[in-house]
């Protein structure tokens, strides 16, 4: 069973002599004794709460200092050279063993010199602010490497003991050129797309809702997004089997934490399959629906400033109508099914024919699919 925490008055705790300060230096007196609850720590990698059980083992109430910086870094090569001094690591294998990785390592140099590194920034620990830096400059230097070239990304949030996020890469095949692009989304897309561009460039915090029946293609623009956006945008996303985070009061000290750190940047939330946060409020969905007005247009969007991108396999008269009040909702776009004449011309560009339909989905044109021959409506508010 993990240790618990309490702050034990020095008035109980057991006498400790020390020596006497100056006059001129004397401070005010310090608990004699702190006890941490470990059960609230992540064991392996630092939460925005702060740092990770080893570390706050190690430090408890005394003296300590972190400096942190970003890049890219080799962690093979480091765990090497630094193999003795490795105190706690994650290696992650894939199902055939074929590919390996390290990732959230600590190495401890002394009993109160910690240094923290995954692939894309390091933390050190210390007793001084300028051993804490000398740790980070000595293990930048030996161990950055240029960045893999790559597309966009985005940050995963996962939710538990705290709310964390981990980093997820995407292929350069994610980015479309503006041939394939129009051939995706059809005429008139790429206008579209750079408009909204313009309003994510333009303004810090908004709604984004795109619409659309499953395979349209909202994901892939997304993916493109991404990449075209990466060096001046973060991208979140929130699955939606943990959408409640969204009314986790926790969320917020997340956020500003982001903030802080990436103050430079600007973020951007995606919630997608979002048609249950978004529908008129009920009993089931009503802190959603409420979080998601704040984030997007209030004295909270003032504060964190963030874009939400949520995508809807609903109506857009399905969804509660304060979302979509001029000033809050920055767009609403409608993914449609692709009619033959488009569908077709795609299908060539794969090396295929498809049958000759009415219309069809994105999904469907790359699986080779041949749909069953059935009318299906315009969606949205094409007629």
Known sequence: MLPTAKITDSETAPPVEKPALPAETSQPSLPSRVVCDLAECAPF?????????????????????????????DLDRALAE?????????????????????????????????????????????????????????FSENYSKPPAPRAGCFYLIRTGREISRELVLLGTETILDDQVFSLHYGSGSGEWHEGFIAKLRGSNHGLSIFEGPPGTGKTSYLRH?????????????????????????????????????????????????????LMTRGADNREQVSAILNLSDGMLADFLRLQI????????????????????????????????????????TLGWQLPVVQDYSLAE??????????????????V
């Open 45 to 73: 990698s630092p939460g925005y709460k702060g740092p990770h059980v080893p570390v706050l083992a190690a430090f408890g109430g005394d003296r300590f200092h972190e400096c942190r910086v970003n890049g890219c870094f």
């Open 82 to 138: 630094n193999s003795t001094t490795l105190f706690r690591s994650v290696h992650r294998l894939d199902a055939d063993d074929s590919a390996k990785a390290w990732d959230d390592l600590t190495f401890r140099f002394g009993p109160r010199s910690f240094l923290y590194a995954d692939e894309t920034r390091v933390l050190g620990y210390a007793e001084t602010a300028q051993d804490a830096e000398r740790l980070v400059s000595k």
């Open 225 to 277: 997004l991404m990449g075209v956006l990466k060096e001046t945008h973060r991208f979140y996303f929130i699955p939606p089997a943990t959408m409640s985070v969204l009314s986790n009061p926790d969320f917020i000290g997340f956020w500003a934490e982001q903030r802080r750190r990436y103050a430079d940047m600007q973020f951007v939330v995606i919630l997608e399959d979002a048609d249950a946060a």
């Open 309 to 348: 991108i949520c995508t809807i396999n609903c109506k857009a008269a399905d969804i509660d109508q304060a979302l979509l009040r001029p000033g809050r909702l920055l767009c609403h776009r409608v993914f449609h099914r692709l009619d033959y004449a488009q569908a077709s011309r795609l299908a060539e």
């Open 365 to 382: 044109v790359f699986a080779g699919y041949e749909p069953k021959t059935i009318h299906r409506p315009r969606i949205g508010f094409a």
